[in-house]
């Protein structure tokens, strides 16, 4: 069984029993995403965001080949030090555990393993997608399919604008995940607010959000939700220079080789420099942003949790 490889954080244990609320927090970032020690500060920052909107962190990764559920501040420091953490997808899991490395959680991963630990609510970045160029690499992103099947609802400021956001679009409603605008209209593009790609649903309150998507899961439809959460404005950048940026990005990347697992580290890095470091910012912004939303999104989904607890059954003679 699972639970043989599970570790979950006594303090994440005890809210979970006790129905209170809980956010998975993915370890991709910190190992990946950003430079040390920034990477290292801006976990320690997200999760004391999370915890001031009345939810409890739970930050998400394989160490020595045990899946551990809510790190300790030692945890996060070694992450953001060590050098051979893999970045792991669903396909590595079983290799990662048996050969007791360590993992780095995506958005994949970090939903099978906040699912396995009963996490409903995750705060990530941005979500993989379809990249560029996709009809002739097929180079999909593993988090499409984990939307379409793991039932945990992503906190995200949209897919991430190095992606091809039509069709990544055009997939999650092939596989019926919901993508709901939070005080938008329009997909986020992870830097910016805008993409020019409406979308069908907008929500302005995380107690109507809460409520949609408990009634998809009563109604046995499983699978998550993208909660497209903007950028905030103070830090959206400009969306034709982002746009430059990443168009040069993509052209080096492809005049490297650079290619798979690869691909989305070497993009976010050069586009990093080529911004002059304004995309790095911008990153952590709306990851904190997003940690503020999924905490109290989570708190919510608790309270409805519990009101379903308290009903009582007529009994009838």
Avoid at 282 to 297: E, S
Wanted: proline share 3%; net charge negative.
């Amino acid at each position: 069984m699972y639970k043989d490889y599970l570790d979950i954080n006594p303090e994440v244990k005890q809210a979970l029993d006790n129905n209170q609320a809980v956010v998975a927090l993915e370890s991709t970032i910190i190992s990946h995403g950003m430079p040390y020690p920034q990477n290292v500060e801006t976990a320690l920052k997200v999760e004391e965001i999370v915890r001031k909107n009345g939810a409890v962190p739970a930050t998400i990764a394989i160490l020595n080949g045990r899946i551990k559920v809510g790190l300790t501040k030692e945890e996060i420091e070694y992450l953001g030090k060590a050098q051979n953490v893999i970045k792991t997808s669903r396909r590595d899991i079983p290799i990662i555990i048996a050969k007791k490395l360590d993992g780095a959680t995506t958005v994949a991963t970090t939903m099978i393993f906040a699912h396995m630990a009963g996490i409903k609510v995750f705060a990530t970045g941005g979500i993989g997608g379809v990249h560029r160029g996709a009809q002739e690499t097929f180079d999909i992103s593993a988090d499409l399919q984990e939307l379409a099947h793991t039932s945990v609802a992503v906190v995200c400021a949209g897919a991430k604008s190095i992606l091809d956001l039509g069709l990544t679009l055009e997939y999650l409603e092939t596989f019926g995940v919901p993508v709901i605008g939070f005080g938008t209209d329009e997909l986020p593009a992870f830097y910016t607010r805008k993409s020019g790609f409406k979308l069908e649903y907008r929500v302005d309150d995380v107690i109507e959000l809460a409520r949609i998507i408990s009634v998809k899961w009563d109604l046995g439809l499983t699978g998550g939700v993208v909660v497209a959460n903007p950028i905030p404005e103070a830090y959206s950048m400009d969306h034709e220079v982002i746009n430059k940026a990443i168009e040069r990005a993509v052209k080096e990347a492809e005049g490297l080789g650079i290619q798979g697992k690869e691909i989305t580290p070497f993009l976010l890095a050069k586009i990093k420099d080529i911004t002059g470091g304004k995309s790095l910012e911008a990153n952590i912004q709306l990851v904190f942003n997003n940690a503020k939303v999924a905490a109290q999104l989570a708190k919510e989904m608790s309270l409805l949790d519990l009101g379903k607890k308290d009903k009582v059954t007529p009994q009838f003679l």
